[in-house]
Structures are given as C-alpha cells and as structure tokens.
Antibody, heavy 120, light 110 residues
C-alpha cells in the first residue's frame, strides 16, 4: 500500500532553514509527482510547490519562490522540502502529498505531517 | 491570485443531508475538475472526491460531488457523527499551476 512517511517535528530560530523529508513506498516513485502543502494554525491549506519525481522538474508557488527548494533522491524514494529565511509566520504543519504528473491532478495520498515551529 | 470561497461552517443532525458549496473562477473550477478533501481533527487531509464526482476506493457513496460553471458542491447524505471534520475544495488552478484550496468548511454533527 502507498505510504508517505515524513520526518519529525522541528524547532527553528527566525532566519534559519528547515529541511523536511518524505519517504515514499508502495508504488513506483518516479512515476508520480510530489507536492508540498502547509497549514498554519487555524488556517487553510496552502500549496507550496511540487516536483516531478521522474525528471526532477519543479514548480513553486510565487509566494515561496526564492525561499523554497524541493529535491528528490530516487535511490531512497525520498523527497525533500527546504524552506529558508524562516519567520514566525512559517510556523505550520507541512505535508507532502502524491499526485499524477498529468491531468486530472489530485493529491491522492498524504504524509502524516511535520510540525515546524519558528520561535526565538 | 484566485480565491476559492466556502462557507466557514455547516451543521446537521444524524441522518440528514448537508451540502457544502465552493465558488471559484474560470482559471480553477471553470477549467479543471474539483477535488474535495476531508480533514478529521488532528490528522492529515484525505482525498474524498476527485474530478468533480469520483470517489476513491473506500469512500462511502454517502459522499457525492458536483460542478456547474465556476461553482461546485459536496453533498453528504445519511450524516454520521464520524463525518464531523473540515472539508476543503481544491481544484487545479491554471494561473497558479498548482492546486488552490478553499478556506475550508467545518462540519458539525449536532
């Protein structure tokens, strides 16, 4: 069965970077895309970007352009999301979610979420 | 950036039918299928409906979706206490080149 297992909670200081991992299993890793979505406390879900796990192509939401980097390690079936220049507003639960590389696109499996807390 | 509008809350009694609306624009709902996600308290979102009205394996047929123009709706019939959750509509947005999420609707089963 498809599983996405994320790394554990992180506490970071403002200005630092955080790197969250998402290990996939139960399907052909390179045949799908992986998206990252975050949810600040009490807020809506917010899409950050995605990576084509096959060719490594990425697309980022304009809001995060320049601060977010999504990469993958095909040998480990793992996707990484790094967010830099952290500020308090980045405190949120970060989710990875699998999707097709083609339309219609939908996020069919989600990781359990990783809480990132930014605090001085 | 386009905005998707959902009512912040909805409620019903066990056995009732409730609907949740989602209003968007031509760049998202108007030109792409609508997906719905259910988020139970303290858990990750789960795909509930994809491409307007398709249910993934394991989702009860009490859940149904529809779309017309730039609006969509989720219907839940035979409401059960375990349906109490947040529900998000999320079509693909062509201008974003990614999914866009509505504000979420908190469903309370009275």
């Amino acid at each position: 069965q498809v599983q996405l297992v994320q790394s554990g909670a992180e506490v970071k200081k403002p200005g630092a970077s955080v790197k969250v991992s998402c290990k996939a299993s139960g399907y052909i890793f390179t045949s799908y895309a992986m998206h990252w979505v975050r949810q600040a406390p009490g807020q809506r879900l917010e899409w950050m970007g995605w990576i084509d796990a096959g060719n490594g192509n990425t697309k980022y939401a304009q809001k995060f352009q320049g601060r977010v980097t999504i990469t993958r390690d095909t040998s480990a079936s793992t996707v990484y999301m790094e967010l830099s220049s952290l500020r308090s507003e980045d405190t949120a639960v970060y989710y990875c979610a699998r999707a097709n590389n083609w339309k219609p696109r939908y996020l069919d499996y989600w990781g359990q979420g990783t809480l990132v807390t930014v605090s001085s | 950036q386009s905005v998707l509008t959902q009512p912040p809350s909805a409620s019903g009694t066990p056995g009732q039918r409730v609907t949740i609306s989602c209003s968007g624009s031509t760049s998202n709902i108007g030109s792409n299928g609508v997906n719905w996600y259910q988020q139970l308290p303290g858990t990750a979102p789960k795909l509930l409906i994809y491409t307007n009205n398709q249910r993934p394996s394991g989702v009860p047929d009490r859940f149904s979706g529809s779309k017309s123009g730039t609006s969509a709706s989720l219907a839940i019939s035979g409401l059960q206490s375990e349906d109490e959750a947040d529900y998000y509509c999320a079509p693909w947005d062509d201008s974003l080149n990614g999914p866009i999420f509505g504000g979420g609707t908190k469903l309370t089963v009275l």
